[in-house]
């Protein structure tokens, strides 16, 4: 007999090139999940529903009614309550066999045993301070890590490899200055989109289904649906790719100085 978590991936087996293999691959990754909005939300969801069976989802504050535009997981019986507690809550109602760890918190030096115990980490914040967080942290992991964000009706998804290929910060040394993290425009189906992106992006790198090892941006226009995608090189002036100990010390002071 089939047992129900087998039946909700026969759609994805039935691939030209999926096998056994990549979907056992995906039940045994563990992916670390910073943004569960209208992006990351959506990654979650789709890592779940797809096979990976742990998550650890991170991410800060209450529900507040502007984010029902977009962050799909949420309801507005949730307003004023913690968004990464229903994101959980959700996803284990649709795909109970999947374990998550809730965290409602900002990105810290902290989670770094969380982050080395991870297989992917993937970027869905919207601050670049915690943003440029994550990427150190798993630079000093040396753990891949996919960006995604969204603004107005663009959208970007990249594969990064910090501390030993092209990191966040090859790609955006001075962040964006002009980064409202709290007041954006944004279409809400442009977070679905990215998010969507994000999660075929990590799918392939987890299971290995037709996976090619290359840094690569991919920028999403909505005005005409189009996309641009190219490959990412480091940059030699980066200041935070100066090796994994330059990191670990970085990080090491901001710990000590509290």
């Given amino acids: 007999m089939i047992d129900s978590a087998s039946l909700r991936v026969s759609r994805q087996m039935g691939l030209p090139g999926w096998t056994a293999r990549h979907q056992k691959r995906l039940e045994q990754s563990r992916v670390f999940l910073a943004g569960v909005g209208g992006v990351g939300g959506v990654v979650a ?10 998550m650890i989802l991170v991410h800060e504050g209450s529900l507040e009614l502007p984010d029902l535009n977009r962050q799909t997981l949420m309801e507005i019986s949730g307003l004023g309550k913690s968004r990464v507690f229903q994101a959980a809550a959700r996803i284990g109602l649709q795909v109970p066999e999947c374990r998550m760890t809730a965290i409602d918190a900002r990105v810290s030096p902290e989670l770094a ?13 919207t601050n670049f301070e915690e943003r440029f967080l994550l990427n150190r942290l798993a630079a000093r992991a040396l753990k891949p890590l996919i960006f995604s ?8 998804v990249a594969y990064l490899r910090p501390g030993t290929g092209v990191c966040l910060e090859c790609v955006f040394p001075e962040g964006d200055p002009q980064w409202d993290p709290l007041g954006f425009s944004v279409l ?3 977070s679905g989109a990215v998010g969507s992106l994000a999660a075929i992006l990590a799918l392939r790198f987890l299971s290995g ?15 005409d649906l189009s996309t641009r ?8 002036g980066c200041r935070f790719c100066r090796g994994v100990g330059g990191i670990k010390k970085e990080l090491d002071e901001k710990e000590e100085s509290g």
């Fill in 113 to 125: 045993p969380l982050i080395g115990m991870a297989d992917l980490v993937i970027d869905a914040r």
């Fill in 229 to 236: 995608s190219f490959p990412l090189t480091r940059n030699k």
């Fill in 209 to 223: 289904y037709d996976w090619k090892e290359e840094e690569r941006m991919t920028a999403f226009e909505g005005m």
């Fill in 188 to 190: 809400g189906a442009i």
């Fill in 45 to 54: 969801q789709y890592l779940a529903m797809a096979g990976v069976r742990e």
């Fill in 149 to 156: 964000a969204m603004h107005g009706m663009e959208g970007i």
